[in-house]
């Protein structure tokens, strides 16, 4: 194994396109073809999901999504570039599916933070290979 890259995904989403949520759920589905626990790779998808939407529709950039599978692990990153940092908030009961994003990340994930950047910052999860 030595010398050898760990299998990624990196895609670069156009400001304000939700087309690119379903497109990084497809390529991210294609990446963890083999990797994982039962439901693994459906919980992934679903992280993802949340963190891209949010940085589209919660900044006025693109955003860049890199996906690493490691040794024992799965770190996803949606970086944009606005410093504004995320705010986890309690979603109110008569907003459908607003508000539950970072929510999700934090109940699911295995770790999560928020990572500034020179330009912007990186929100990313980890899953681990097999469910706890």
């Known amino acids: 194994m030595k010398g050898q890259t760990a299998p990624q995904l990196s895609r670069r989403l156009g400001r304000a396109d939700l087309r690119a949520v379903p497109e990084a759920r497809r390529a991210l589905r294609e990446l963890l073809r083999h990797w994982g626990g039962p439901g693994r790779s459906d919980v992934a998808e679903l992280l993802t999901s949340e963190l891209v939407t949010n940085a589209l529709v919660h900044t006025d950039e693109g955003a860049v999504l890199t996906a690493?599978?490691?040794?024992?692990?799965?770190?996803?990153e949606v970086?944009?570039?606005?410093g504004r940092l995320p705010r986890p908030r309690a979603p109110e009961p008569e907003e459908s599916t607003n508000g539950r994003g970072l929510l999700l990340v934090r109940s699911l994930a295995d770790d999560w933070g928020v990572r500034p950047c020179e330009a912007g910052k990186s929100v990313w999860f980890e899953l681990d290979a097999e469910a706890a």
């Open 79 to 82: 970086r944009d570039f606005v």
């Open 68 to 76: 690493t599978i490691g040794s024992r692990a799965l770190r996803v």
